[in-house]
């Protein structure tokens, strides 16, 4: 279980130190302890999601536990989800008009395109847009921060 005074701590923290815009905190897509904690300690909420059915009903579980977390930590809010490992085909692209239509929360324009790139740099624990600034994936994540920024992309 999350250590519910720590993860006040650390998000009143956050929250008076001016140091920082913004704090991301990947995790793993499972509900977990951890993943509650770092909800908790969050104020906007970013889903990835692979255009799936397996994803798409899995991210509807998650929008109701956040939901129910919501009692105890209000200031929660989901900013949308995100579509990652695109590639180009009918199937994904006609998904993604069908998520954009019945997701339970905003789904953001940007989409991270499927990339090798992003393997390699989970294997060396380096952010993608480090490992290979150049590639399709990192581009795609430097658009989705500016489109969540509300900023034009550069």
């Keep these: 279980r999350p250590n519910l005074r720590a993860i006040r701590d650390l998000r009143d923290a956050v929250a008076e130190d001016d140091a920082y815009d913004c704090i991301v905190i990947d995790c793993p897509p499972a509900l977990s302890p951890a993943c509650a904690a770092a909800i908790a300690a969050s104020t906007d909420v970013v889903i990835p999601i692979k255009v799936d059915a397996y994803s798409v009903r899995g991210m509807n ?12 930590y209000p200031d929660v809010h989901v900013a949308g989800c995100l579509p990652t490992m695109w590639y180009r085909s009918d199937t994904v692209e006609q ?9 339970p929360v905003h789904v953001f324009a940007s989409h991270i395109r499927r990339s090798p790139k ?9 952010p993608v847009v480090s490992w290979s600034p150049r590639s399709a994936a990192a581009q795609d994540y430097r658009a989705f921060v500016a489109e969540f920024l509300g900023e034009e992309a550069k």
């Design 61 to 72: 579980e998650l929008t109701a536990q956040i939901d129910r977390l919501r009692s105890i």
């Design 95 to 103: 998904g993604e008009r069908l998520l954009q239509e019945q997701a």
């Design 118 to 126: 992003v393997d390699e740099s989970t294997w060396t624990g380096e």
